[in-house]
């Protein structure tokens, strides 16, 4: 074996310590040495790029074939910084220290793109130091992600036009609603803005924010189930006809629950109409026992509904309408919901125009 009786550095490397300093201890370093060959034939069929690295000077002690593969370069007796091994995509040197900001101890992992003779490609880097003896070693593994961050991303692409598509849909059925609905001329998009600020302003999720601005635009898609000719009468309706125009919740309900949508966009169409006092309709319920997504939705439409300017009528001014939402606070409206809605139309809340996107 090459290595001369004195050679501690070399010996505690070993894991063998001062004792091994004698010639009796041969055949145990050979054992260990062909470990060590045998670990080398494991770690150079591995996939993953790997590098033993001396810290803090960044030499690199052994890599192995897919290491060696990333750059091109043969296995030759010297030894070579990392660097030399791994370029960025600009072509410039990469360090540990470029890899991950301040390789300090404890594992480290990050996406790094790499330029290697496949072209630029992004690899999971993982590094690991430990200290063995008096030396530093690190560990410093690159797996090739650059696949599986591929289909993730065409992945999220796919998703994302889906959801686009989505959402044009039912802004296009909205859309139909209110080219049916002469009576009321009622801008869903409008409601729908308005509820979405309020779900903001009461703090809900992102998640429960999205399903309040598809219900509110949903909430009367029954309209397209009430006879035309009820809906083209300007003025006050008779009864028998506010009888068959209050049948559009459940008929929005039917509509929405034969296409499988969700139970609050199913609440928002059905409930509404509903009032806090049981004064509402189709089913008279009262407090609680209205869905709090129709209480938003119900108060937001009814807001619209007074700003809004109606071939019959004129539209209420700002400081009518919130005089007439102070006034149902509690009795025709949930009271949370209607402070909310005050604050807002108290700091100036718009409705959007014909090509406001919001
Ligand atoms: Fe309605």
Redesign the pocket.
């Known amino acids: 074996m090459p290595f001369k009786d004195d050679d501690s550095e070399f010996l505690a490397l070993m894991g063998l310590g001062e004792k091994s300093s004698k010639k009796s201890h041969y055949p145990e370093l050979r054992k260990r040495l062909f470990e060590l060959e045998r670990l080398g034939d494991v770690l150079d069929h591995a996939g993953d790029a790997i590098f033993l690295i001396s810290l803090p000077d960044g030499t690199v002690e052994f890599s192995n074939k897919a290491a060696l593969g990333l750059t091109g370069l043969e296995r030759t007796a010297g030894k070579r910084k990392l660097w030399e091994y791994l370029k960025a995509p600009d072509g410039s040197a990469v360090t540990l220290t470029s890899l991950f900001n301040s390789p300090s101890p404890g594992e480290r992992r990050e996406i790094v793109s790499l330029r290697t003779g496949r072209g630029t490609r992004r690899y999971e880097a993982s590094f690991q130091s430990v200290a063995r003896g008096s030396q530093m070693l690190g560990t410093l593994i690159l797996r090739d992600q650059e696949e599986r961050i591929l289909t993730e991303e065409r992945l999220a692409e796919t998703l994302k036009t889906v959801e686009e598509e989505r959402v044009r849909t039912v802004r296009l059925t909205a859309s139909l609603v209110e080219m049916k609905d002469t009576y009321t001329g009622q801008n869903q998009r409008g409601v729908a803005c308005l509820a979405r600020d309020i779900g903001l302003r009461l703090g809900l999720p992102d998640g429960e924010i999205d399903v309040l601005a598809t219900a509110s635009l949903l909430?009367?898609v029954g309209m397209m189930g009430i006879p035309t000719e009820i809906l083209f009468i300007p003025g006050p309706l008779r009864p028998m006809d506010r009888k068959l125009m209050q049948e559009?919740?459940k008929i929005g309900w039917n509509l929405l629950a034969r296409e499988g949508f969700s139970e609050p966009i199913l609440e928002g169409a059905l409930r509404?109409?509903e009032r806090m006092d049981g004064t509402g309709y189709p089913d008279g319920l009262s407090g609680e026992d209205i869905p709090f997504i129709a209480r938003v939705i119900g108060l937001a439409?009814v807001v619209e509904a007074m700003m809004t300017h109606r071939p019959y009528r004129t539209a209420h001014s700002r400081e009518s309408t919130i005089r007439e939402l102070a006034e149902g606070r509690g009795t025709l409206y949930d009271p949370t919901v209607t402070d909310v809605c005050l604050s807002l139309l108290e700091e100036g809340f718009s409705f959007p125009r014909e090509n406001d996107n919001r």
Do not use: E, L, N, T
């Open positions: 909430h009367d559009h919740p509404h109409h439409d």
